[in-house]
Structure formats: C-alpha cells, structure tokens
C-alpha cells in the first residue's frame, strides 16, 4: 500500500480536490518560471482534478503536485518507449531552495514505479534539469512543442535511500 505521507517532506497526499486545483491556480511564478503559470477557469479544474493530478498538502496549504502518464507528457515529445512519465511542480515560493530533489525523490518513493521514470523539461529550465540531472536522470531527447522546447529526461527507478 502506497504511504499517504511523503516522507521526506511530511506532506500529506490526495488526489487534487477542486479548492486544492484552485489553489494551484492561483500560484504566480516569475519570469521565465512564468510559463508554469495556469490559467483562471473550469476547464483547468477539470482536467487537475479529473486526471492523474495529486496534491501535495502541508497542513492546508498545496505546496505541491504531480501528475502521471498522459497528464504528464508535453505534445511533440516521443513517449513510446516504455516508462512512467511524471509531471510536477512546487508552490512558487518554495522553489529555488534545493527541495526539488527531496521532493522529487518523495514522489518516486510514493509511486513506487517498477518501470524507468521519465520527466518533460523546458530547455531552458536549467534549475530543474541540474535537479532531475544530480538524482540520475539523463537526457534523451529534444523536441519543440507548440509552447517551447522541451526534453526528455529518463532514469531507471530506484528508491532513493536518506
């Protein structure tokens, strides 16, 4: 049974509840993070809570969320190999205070995934990749999508001990 807690981080997990979506909704990053930011409507609700969509909650507050599968994959992209794609993403004043990784790491050990895991990154998100990159992940593909270019990072899964 998948823990309900991430371990690392203490934070409680659930699927995206429609305040939890709005919450995310709500998040404002800045240039150039700012392509991260979500529209305002109920079709975004729709799709965070009807998908893969897990929030990440400290006490009442969304800190984080992932996704998986199709949700997690960015139009252009080559995904036929087979691997668990994951998307996710940290409440705007949490990011650039090196909790990617643990995070990160959390969500794999809550997943549990027993095929690689690959993650879709904008190029020019140097933060993340040095991320993704220092937890074993490579790249293996560039491609340009309708909203940017992206690549593909994949690394076989294993539980992250620490």
Known sequence: MQERV????GW????????DARQVMGWRYPAPYDVYNLADGDEVVEELTAGTYRAALDG????GFFCTGRDAQVPGGDYSEAALDIGLGLRPDLTGRGLG???IADVLDWLSPAVPVRLTVAVFNQRAQRCYGALGFDITERFRAP???????RRDWAPQRG
Do not use: K, P, T, Y
């Not at 991430?6 to 981080?9: E, G, K, S, T």
């Not at 409680?12 to 305040?19: D, G, L, N, Q, Y």
């Open 147 to 153: 909203h940017g270019e992206f690549i593909l990072m």
């Open 101 to 103: 990784g643990e995070f």
């Open 60 to 63: 009442d507050l969304v800190s």
């Open 6 to 9: 991430l371990r690392r981080m």
């Open 12 to 19: 409680m997990v659930r699927s995206m509840s429609v305040h």
